[in-house]
């Protein structure tokens, strides 16, 4: 990821091109952010206006960037957390179940469950 840029003198700066070769400019008015494209980086041809210092398009302003990674990561950090969840009660469950027979599994989850009913008055 690039570095964030914050300010016109930073951006007229930026230099876009090749590793080896003739590189171009930072052009005023567009994102600051460098595109790659066929083995060469590219200013973003979007009108900036938005980010830091209004330098960048929508697609590419950093701060909205971070905050949609933020969200995602989240998102997927909330549903990992449900799926270990998961998997920790289905191994504890089997460990303790192991060995005992399934009819006998289904009896007694039975008689749990008519017991917890008939307490809860249901
Ligand atoms: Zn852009």
């Known amino acids: ?18 590793v080896f070769g003739k590189n171009t400019p930072y052009k005023p008015g567009k994102c ?8 060469r980086t590219e200013q973003c041809s979007h009108k900036n206006g938005k ?3 209004g330098l960048y398009c929508g697609i590419h302003d950093p701060i909205a960037r971070k905050k949609k990674d933020d969200e995602r990561y989240a998102k997927y950090t909330e549903q ?15 460990s303790v179940c192991r060995g005992v027979d399934t009819a006998k599994l289904q009896e ?13 008055g249901k």
């Open 1 to 18: 990821m690039m570095d964030i840029i914050e300010s016109l003198d930073e951006a007229k700066k930026q230099m876009y091109g090749r």
């Open 51 to 53: 980010g830091p210092g």
């Open 32 to 39: 600051v952010y460098g595109v790659f494209k066929d083995y």
């Open 108 to 120: 007694l989850g039975h008689g749990w469950l008519k017991k917890y009913l008939e307490e809860k």
């Open 80 to 94: 990992l957390n449900a799926q270990t969840a998961a998997r920790n009660f289905a191994n504890a469950a089997s």
